[in-house]
């Protein structure tokens, strides 16, 4: 049987818990961009873990989303982490040519050491 002192302790780390993924999981809400509504601690990975489809095809259903279609980009989490799909061409485009050296950090990459293609 579980003592007062480990309940009050385990009580606490789930309140923490609770409040990181509400921090974590209202960066979208906070910046007033669009989103796709993410589970806790999984975020939109869903599809990775039930291996129901693939990540590029989520992507694509969440491009495609009529939920979204006045938005210019769409804020989904990849486990806590968020990230941004872009939808208007212009956007894209500005950031993929014009603002290249500006965004760093983009998802889709390889690690060219192990692969062959990359």
Same mark, same amino acid.
């Given at each position: 049987?579980?003592?007062?002192?480990?309940?009050?302790?385990?009580?606490?780390?789930?309140?923490?818990?609770?409040?990181?993924?509400?921090?974590? %999981?209202?960066?979208?809400?906070?910046? @007033?961009?669009?989103? +796709?509504?993410?589970?806790? $601690?999984?975020?939109?990975?869903? !599809? &990775?873990?039930?291996?129901?489809?693939?990540?590029?095809?989520?992507?694509?259903?969440? %491009?495609?989303?009529?939920?979204?279609? @006045?938005?210019?980009? +769409?804020?989904?989490?990849? $486990?806590?982490?968020?990230?941004? !799909? &872009?939808?208007?061409?212009?956007?894209?485009?500005?950031?993929?040519?014009?603002?290249?050296?500006?965004?760093?950090?983009?998802?889709?990459?390889?690690?060219?050491?192990?692969?062959? $293609?990359?």
């Amino acid at each position: 049987m579980l003592s007062v002192d480990t309940a009050c302790l385990l009580a606490a780390l789930l309140v923490l818990i609770y409040i990181w993924c509400r921090y974590t %999981y209202g960066y979208w809400k906070r910046n @007033k961009i669009p989103y +796709v509504t993410p589970l806790p $601690l999984i975020g939109n990975m869903q !599809v &990775l873990l039930t291996m129901s489809t693939s990540f590029y095809l989520y992507l694509s259903d969440i %491009y495609k989303d009529a939920r979204m279609s @006045k938005a210019a980009a +769409v804020g989904i989490y990849i $486990l806590n982490r968020p990230a941004l !799909v &872009l939808r208007e061409p212009e956007l894209i485009k500005s950031v993929l040519i014009k603002e290249f050296p500006k965004f760093v950090n983009r998802s889709g990459g390889c690690y060219p050491h192990n692969d062959a $293609l990359g």
